[in-house]
């Protein structure tokens, strides 16, 4: 019979991967070096270059608040009304500024939430977007067309009770 291709350390990635997941969904983790303790406290056996990688497979997301940036579960997990109440309280509390030209969405925000909103964008998963790009304070947001644009844009505004 038989099985398929399994590689030796599939199993203990699966596990310390869930484990991180578990961990930024039920406390604050702020550094990868408090995810590496935490996990070690867990009695899994992991590098701080492991948990880096694990970080950018897994898609966490950085959050800033008062005591600075923490990791947040990936968007992609929220169910759709979840997405958008995310994203809602995203734009209330973290940008500053929304404008579109043509095809292009800017939306300034506070400094270290683009990241933040892009994925709150991203989880929404709006037919309008076609993609979002963040950098620290700065998202940029890429329609489908004209019409979707003008759409996307009369939508956050909405969401952000900003109905200018």
């Known amino acids: 019979?038989?099985?398929?291709?399994?590689?030796?350390?599939?199993?203990?990635?699966?596990?310390?991967?869930r484990a991180i997941l578990d961990l930024v969904r039920t406390r604050e983790i702020r550094t990868q070096e408090e995810l590496v303790e935490a996990l070690h406290r867990r009695r899994l056996d992991v590098t701080q270059s492991t948990v880096s990688r694990d970080i950018r497979e897994l898609g966490l997301l950085t959050a800033r608040d008062a005591e600075g940036p923490r990791y947040m579960a990936p968007a992609a997990e929220l169910d759709a009304e979840s997405a958008e109440n995310r994203l809602r309280n995203a734009l209330?509390?973290?940008?500053?500024?929304i404008e579109f030209i043509d095809l292009l969405g800017i939306m300034h925000t506070l400094p270290?939430?683009?990241?933040?909103?892009?994925?709150?964008?991203?989880?929404?998963?709006?037919?309008?977007?076609?993609?979002?790009?963040?950098?620290?304070?700065?998202?940029?947001?890429?329609?489908?067309?004209?019409?979707?644009?003008?759409?996307?844009?009369?939508?956050?505004?909405?969401?952000?009770?900003r109905d200018e």
Do not use: W, Y
């Open 92 to 97: 209330r509390e973290h940008v500053r500024t």
């Open 112 to 161: 270290g939430c683009a990241p933040l909103v892009a994925g709150a964008l991203d989880g929404a998963r709006f037919d309008e977007i076609a993609g979002t790009v963040a950098g620290d304070d700065t998202v940029l947001v890429v329609t489908r067309s004209r019409p979707a644009a003008q759409r996307l844009n009369m939508r956050l505004r909405m969401m952000a009770g």
């Open 1 to 17: 019979m038989a099985t398929a291709a399994r590689t030796p350390g599939e199993p203990m990635k699966s596990a310390r991967q």
